[in-house]
Structures are given as structure tokens and as C-alpha cells.
């Protein structure tokens, strides 16, 4: 079974310019997290979806942060306009409520944004 | 204020010992979840270990176990017989639920293990 898909791997843009993180849980999968990893800042949980609608978006930075899941499949994460802040790697994860309670997580590869 | 604390920012560990990671916790639900990942240096996380807040026994996953003590709030991860391949960064994190109905995934600042040979 192939795991959480995240594409592209390395994303380098100028800052201002739109980016589009793309991410395809593992099927069967109900939930879906975006998290952004730093050096300064550790983990952090961006958002999360629970069967394709948002749950939980208090960890979103600003308003150049959007997330989409418009079907089971398949999740973006944009940034509109992007800032060198931004950089970071950028991990995708899916979760299933039928795993005896523990819905442990599931990450992706991530996307390394770098925004010059 | 932190609710995942792990103090140890890195460990060494002599190869085939045993070694064991802090992670202290702070909630107010009385049902959550606590789990261990690990994140070698080419970047994946993978999920180690699950500790419910009701399970009686402590959970073990081959050479991980968790030693959950609830009333210390604690939950360290043990590694038997430590191999090079263990060295890696290692995070405790915590499911809570809100008084929304949804959860909150808390994850620490990670604990970086070097396994010597």
C-alpha cells in the first residue's frame, strides 16, 4: 500500500510568488493534517480535516495560508504571497478512526520550501 | 505553557544498550493519547508507539516500550538494545480533546539520540 504522497519534494520560489503544496493521504485514511517543521519553531500543526471538511484551522499563521481538501484524496496547502519566513519543510500525515482508538499518524516524505 | 516537555535536548547511547527518553505531559482531559515518533535524519517521521490514557498496561512495540506513569504525567520512551539505525530524532506527542469536540495534537521539541558504535 502506498503511503501519504506529498509533492513536489523541493519547492524553491522568490518571495511573492504563489506556491501550491500538494498532498494524497493514504486511502481509507478519515483524517488529514498539514504541519510545518523549522528549526526555530519545532512541529507545528497547521490544520487538520476530518472526512475532507476543516476542523481545526487555529494553527494556520495568516491569512497567505489557505487548505483545501476537496475529495478523499487529495489536500493543498497554498501560500499567496510567500515570504522567506516561510521556509520550511512542509509534512503532510493521514490518520484512520478504526485503528482501536489510536489514529496514529501517518507522514508524508514533506515538501523543503525554500523562498529566496 | 509547554504541554509536551522533553528536556533532553540530545543522548548518546553505547550500541546494544538500553536507553530512555523523557516526555513529560500537562492536560486536563481525562482521555487522550500519547505517542512516540521517530525522524532519522533523512527527514520521514514514522510512528513508533501508542499510549491511551485509559490502557492499563504499559505498550510495547518490539524493542520500544512505553513506561506511562498517569499520575506523574509521564510517558518515556524505553529502547532496548539500541542499534546505530535508532540514532535520530526522536518526539513525544499528545491527542487532547477540546471542549469542541475536536482533538489538539501537541508534538515536544524532540530528543536527539546518537547510537555509538
Known amino acids: 500500500d502506498a503511503g501519504v504522497i506529498q509533492s513536489p519534494r523541493h519547492e524553491v520560489t522568490e518571495m511573492g510568488q504563489e506556491v501550491t503544496l500538494r498532498c494524497k493521504p493514504i486511502?481509507?485514511?478519515?483524517?488529514l493534517f498539514w504541519y510545518r517543521q523549522t528549526m526555530m519553531r519545532g512541529l507545528e500543526l497547521l490544520i487538520y480535516?476530518?472526512?475532507?471538511?476543516?476542523?481545526?484551522d487555529s494553527g494556520m499563521p495568516e491569512d497567505r495560508f489557505s487548505a483545501k481538501m476537496p475529495n478523499a484524496s487529495f489536500s493543498t496547502l497554498k501560500i499567496q504571497p510567500s515570504e522567506p519566513r516561510d521556509s520550511a519543510v512542509y509534512f503532510c500525515?493521514?490518520?484512520?478512526?478504526?485503528?482501536?482508538?489510536?489514529?496514529?499518524?501517518?507522514f508524508g516524505p514533506g515538501t523543503r520550501l525554500t523562498v529566496l | 505553557a509547554q504541554k509536551i516537555t522533553q528536556t533532553q535536548p540530545g543522548m548518546f547511547v553505547q550500541e546494544k544498550e538500553a536507553v530512555t527518553l523523557d516526555c513529560t505531559y500537562d492536560?486536563?482531559?481525562?482521555?487522550?493519547?500519547l505517542f512516540w515518533y521517530k525522524q532519522p535524519s533523512s527527514g520521514e517521521m514514522i510512528f513508533l508507539i501508542y499510549?491511551?490514557?485509559?490502557?492499563?498496561q504499559n505498550a510495547t512495540e518490539g524493542r520500544y516500550s512505553l513506561n506511562f506513569q498517569k499520575a506523574r504525567k509521564s510517558a518515556n520512551l524505553v529502547i532496548s538494545a539500541s542499534q546505530l539505525g535508532d540514532s535520530a530524532m526522536y518526539f513525544c506527542a499528545m491527542r487532547e480533546a477540546r471542549t469542541s469536540g475536536t482533538y489538539k495534537y501537541i508534538f515536544g521539541t524532540g530528543t536527539r539520540l546518537k547510537v555509538l558504535a
Open positions: 486511502s481509507g485514511h478519515d483524517y
Open positions: 500525515a493521514s490518520s484512520s478512526t478504526g485503528r482501536g482508538g489510536r489514529n496514529e499518524q501517518f
Open positions: 499510549q491511551g490514557s485509559y490502557d492499563q
Open positions: 480535516f476530518n472526512n475532507n471538511v476543516p476542523i481545526d
Open positions: 492536560t486536563s482531559d481525562p482521555s487522550y493519547g
